[in-house]
């Protein structure tokens, strides 16, 4: 079994900054993508930024020039760095990563998510 667990949510104001952090443990052999999603109350969840193994890295056009992912991959973790907060920034942040347990194993895992509010 593979576990995400996210760490460094809170209550931030307008113009402020957070960093998130999610750390991948258990039977992993590889870790292709990670990615961080979120979802607000009645909204649907929605992707905010990915990164391959490679580097690769893609983000919603709501957080662009706002948000940094980045990756070690010597320690199976991600990291989303979030500057100029806005209050529609607030919701439940998730953790993602597709990961082999070895050869063709190939699975979609999940953290638990941590939330961030943005209000003053």
């Known amino acids: 079994q593979v576990q995400l667990v996210e760490s460094g949510g809170g209550l931030v104001q307008p113009g402020g900054s957070l960093r998130l952090s999610c750390a991948a443990s258990g039977s992993i052999f590889s870790i292709n993508a990670m990615a961080w999603y979120r979802q607000a109350p009645g909204r649907q969840r929605e992707l905010v930024a990915s990164?391959?193994?490679?580097?690769?890295?893609n983000y919603a056009d709501s957080v662009k020039g706002r948000f940094i992912i980045s990756r070690d991959n010597a320690k199976n973790t991600t990291a989303l760095q979030m500057n100029s907060l806005k209050p529609e920034d607030t919701a439940v942040y998730i953790c993602?990563?597709?990961?082999?347990?070895?050869?063709?194993?190939?699975?979609?895992?999940w953290g638990q998510g941590t939330q961030v509010t943005v209000s003053s």
């Open positions: 990164i391959t193994g490679g580097g690769g890295i």
């Open positions: 993602n990563a597709w990961v082999s347990t070895g050869g063709y194993n190939w699975h979609d895992y």
